[in-house]
């Protein structure tokens, strides 16, 4: 009688060194290259380098979650974007240390401080810890608003209950505009408004080949999708999508269901998007890579989806495209999009929705 002892193969997914270690390289290697960008190790902070000089009379904002979605958050950091950015290990959240030593770094405690805008995506792990940092800076005296954001089409009400959707790429979307007002001056109260009121108007849903492999050097039950197919709806995380798709359909058929997915009012679970029957419809489009999308493609796509939406009498107003919350090197890509308020809504105008879209911003990975 012989046993057998069978052992996994090793390979690498990731050029990277030890997963432990990888967010702090490439932090550290962003902020050597960036002058206008500091990085605190201990808690894994990259901010702005005038932020103690801005924070005196700005609200300052802060986008944080898991790394491996990289450039978010730390692309995004910079004049006329984020103030600070707070990152997990991959695909786990900061901890609650961590994103309470954001809220310092972000304000002083003294009567003049307009306050901090903290944002992140809808994930459980990522609200406990921040809802504990926060607790523990309101009762120290800072002035603190806090909006995570779902955006994920995929989750509808049915599936998502109270807990709701998760976070995509709409609180990036929504932050463009809420940090170009924070950037020209206005308050906290007004900054957190809007930035509320995008994520209430926006969704996402995403496609893909394949679910994320992990850096761990070791291949371990990674769920595979079987050849040529593709799951619509996957989440950013290896998340269950809404079905898988075989043979792969063409790339108007695949924009085609995406689109109605997002603006199907019709759909009582997933008609978040409300848009009108009476009135002009507008859109500022998104189209990201997960990982390892090419520009090529995406621009493809993005062709695609401009004219599914014309057809159903939705113009898009402005377009961005390329990686901009990815999930490690993974192929596929999502369609965000977001409403363009109408003048008589009045927490945010159409002309400066598109002005603060349009203004410049001085950080790393945004497309102008």
Avoid at 72 to 84: A, D, E, I, Q, R
Avoid at 86 to 110: H, W
Avoid at 181 to 191: C, F, I, M, N, Y
Wanted: glycine fraction near 10%; charged fraction near 20%.
């Amino acid at each position: 009688m012989t046993t057998e002892t069978h052992t996994h193969a090793r390979e690498t997914f990731h050029f990277i060194n030890e997963p432990t270690d990888a967010i702090n390289e490439a932090a550290i290697g962003l902020t050597e290259h960036h002058p206008g960008l500091s990085y605190t190790p201990a808690h894994k902070i990259v901010y702005r380098s005038d932020l103690d000089t801005f924070r005196r009379d700005h609200v300052t904002t802060i986008g944080f979650g898991g790394g491996g979605h990289e450039p978010m958050f730390s692309g995004f950091v910079g004049p006329s974007y984020l103030s600070c950015c707070v990152s997990g290990n991959i695909f786990a959240s900061p901890t609650a240390t961590q994103i309470l030593e954001g809220i310092k770094l972000c304000q002083s405690l003294d009567s003049s401080s307009k306050g901090t805008l903290v944002v992140c995506g809808n994930y459980t792990g990522d609200i406990l810890n921040a809802g504990l940092a926060i607790t523990r800076a309101t009762a120290m005296g800072y002035k603190v608003r806090f909006l995570p954001v779902g955006d994920d089409v995929a989750v509808g009400r049915k599936k998502g209950g109270k807990v709701g959707r998760r976070g995509l790429s709409g609180h990036v979307l929504a932050l463009k505009i809420a940090c170009a007002l924070a950037e020209q001056g206005d308050s906290l109260e007004r900054v957190g408004d809007v930035m509320e009121y995008i994520g209430a108007n926006s969704g996402t849903i995403a496609v893909a080949f394949d679910r994320v492999a992990l850096p761990n050097g070791i291949i371990t039950e990674i769920q595979t999708l079987p050849p040529a197919t593709i799951e619509l709806g996957l989440g950013c995380h290896g998340e269950p999508g809404l079905r898988q798709m075989s043979p792969v359909p063409s790339p108007e058929a695949l924009t085609k269901d995406m689109i109605k997915l997002l603006i199907d009012t019709s759909d009582t679970n997933r008609g978040f998007i409300p848009f009108s029957s009476t009135r002009k419809n507008e859109v500022i489009l998104l189209v990201n890579s997960s990982g390892s999308t090419s520009d090529e493609v995406l621009a493809r796509f993005a062709e695609l989806a401009i004219a599914e939406l014309k057809r159903e009498g939705i113009a898009v107003r402005r377009l961005t495209l390329g990686p901009i919350v990815t999930s490690l090197k993974q192929s596929g890509f999502g369609f965000t999009i977001w409403r363009l308020p109408d003048t008589e809504e009045g927490v945010l105008d159409r002309d400066e929705a598109l002005r603060c879209w349009d203004k410049k911003v001085g950080v790393v990975a945004w497309r102008q």
